[in-house]
């Protein structure tokens, strides 16, 4: 059996590596990027820095930073826009790249930018949208602990806010990935935990997927290890670079298992609680682990014992069984020790929730993604977990 690879060409690792940002775009032969951002990354000054690096090696570029804090099509109908405006400079020239600068929503929404600017594809309103076309080249610098950098995947919200649409090919795979810590200094504690534990549910969905590989599980198993070791004081301790950095790292290597592997019955549950409830999907991610675990271990109970010896919860002297105890304790307890909110600390009105819930179950049951997942849950056992996130406290 044969198994596809899709990887950056370039990735640039390490505090500081936001300094060679200029030479990559060199290297490369890009000479006008647009730089996509976020009104928080752009509130925060890292944008400013940004454009400082390349206005100092007099590289042209524009910025557009209409993004708020999920991925949208009118964000993306906004960003298109500007694409196909062109570079406004003294000597105007087409973008040639584009430079996403932000969390995972801010790099998927770059992305889709990208192909639909490029492409001449003018409508995302189907489900689940894939093409062959070349779209903008994307350097992605993550500024928070996501896997989207190295993914060719992007989620994106539509525009009744109720259903979401999953685009896939070689063209969402950014071509250079620049990894800082230095950049995400100023996040806040429960950003960094909630994108951290998402990373962490993204690698252990990888490993325990239906597509696994060997290349996969590999990528998977280290991302796994790098997170939950690193964690906790990358989430406390602001000027603990090295953990931050382990968790960057981890969380790239998760995304990498994950453009193998694609999505289960944890992305599918998550992208359909953050279109309902309007939560981030980071925060639904971290949410939905601990009681996806539970309900899955039984189905693959090697592999999910493995991850608990990976994270040093348990040894090889602790039996399977054992080992996945301590797992899907270990996981609710970092999800209260990170100090992440339930859904009615969110804001999420239960009654508002139980209407649609319905609603939530048969959009997941349709979903092409549980099929990867190793045990295929019932309509009913999908409504018990969105009901058991009440007791999530």
């Known amino acids: 059996m044969s198994y596809r690879i899709v990887s950056p060409r370039i990735m640039q690792i390490g505090d500081g590596a936001i300094s060679e940002l200029p030479h990559i775009l060199r290297s490369l032969g890009y000479r006008t990027p647009m730089l996509v951002t976020d009104i928080t990354i752009a509130g925060l000054g890292i944008a400013n820095r940004v454009s400082q690096l390349l206005d100092t090696y007099r590289i042209s570029h524009e910025i557009f930073q209409d993004i708020q804090t999920e991925p949208t099509i009118t964000a993306i109908t906004a960003g298109v826009t ?24 801010t790099i998927d929404t770059a992305k889709v930018i990208g192909r639909v600017a490029e492409s001449g594809f003018r409508s995302l309103d189907t489900r689940y949208h894939t093409s062959l076309t070349d779209g903008l080249p994307i350097i992605a610098i993550p500024t928070a602990i996501n896997g989207s950098a190295t993914s060719k995947y992007s989620f994106i919200k539509d525009n009744n806010a109720e259903s979401q649409i999953t685009c896939t090919d070689l063209s969402f795979s950014p071509v250079a990935v620049i990894v800082d810590s230095e950049l995400n200094r100023s996040l806040s504690p429960r950003m960094i935990a909630a994108s951290g534990l998402a990373a962490l549910a993204r690698g252990l969905e990888s490993f325990v997927s239906r597509k696994a590989t060997p290349y996969s599980d590999q990528q998977a198993l280290a991302a796994i290890r790098l997170i939950s070791q690193n964690l906790r004081p990358a989430a406390v301790q602001k000027n603990n670079t090295t953990a931050r950095q382990a968790v960057m790292l981890g969380a790239n290597l998760a995304g990498t298992a994950f453009s193998i592997t694609s999505g289960a019955l944890l992305q599918s549950m998550s992208n359909t609680l953050q279109s309902f409830c309007r939560l981030p999907h980071n925060l639904t991610n971290a949410m939905l682990l601990p009681g996806i675990t539970a309900f899955s271990a039984s189905s693959t109970p090697e592999r999910y014992a493995n991850c608990a010896r990976t994270m040093g919860i348990a040894t090889d002297k602790d039996s399977d069984q054992a080992a996945i105890k301590k797992l899907i304790a270990a996981l609710e307890t970092l999800y209260q020790e990170l100090k992440l909110p339930s859904l009615s600390a969110y804001g999420v009105n239960q009654a508002y929730f139980q209407t649609h819930l319905e609603q939530m179950v048969e959009q997941v049951i349709t979903s092409s993604l549980i099929y990867n997942h190793p045990r295929i849950p019932s309509r009913e056992e999908i409504t018990l977990i969105y009901q058991q996130l009440w007791h999530q406290e």
């Open 82 to 105: 500007k694409v196909l405006a062109g570079n406004n400079d003294l000597y105007p020239e087409p973008f040639d790249c584009i430079i996403a600068l932000g969390g995972g929503s």
